[in-house]
């Protein structure tokens, strides 16, 4: 969302994210039980693709 820590983190339209400190994401239910461990504002490392390159963003979650 507009302003949401995506953005904040330099998160773009089509990026996929691979993973949240070394967890690996295969689906929206893991990102969600991931996200869910961290305390809001923590931040959290991803590895995320973006085109043909593999990234890392470092974004703070906030709540929902």
Do not use: M, N, Y
């Not at 893991?30 to 973006?50: C, E, I, N």
Request: no cysteine.
């Amino acid at each position: 969302s507009r302003g949401g820590p995506a953005e904040a983190a330099g998160l773009l339209s089509g990026d996929v994210l691979l993973a949240a400190e070394a967890v690996t994401l295969t689906h929206v239910d893991a990102l969600l039980r991931t996200l869910a461990q961290w305390t809001p504002g923590t931040k959290v490392t991803f590895a995320v693709l973006r085109g043909a390159k593999k990234i890392s963003v470092q974004a703070s979650p906030r709540e929902a």
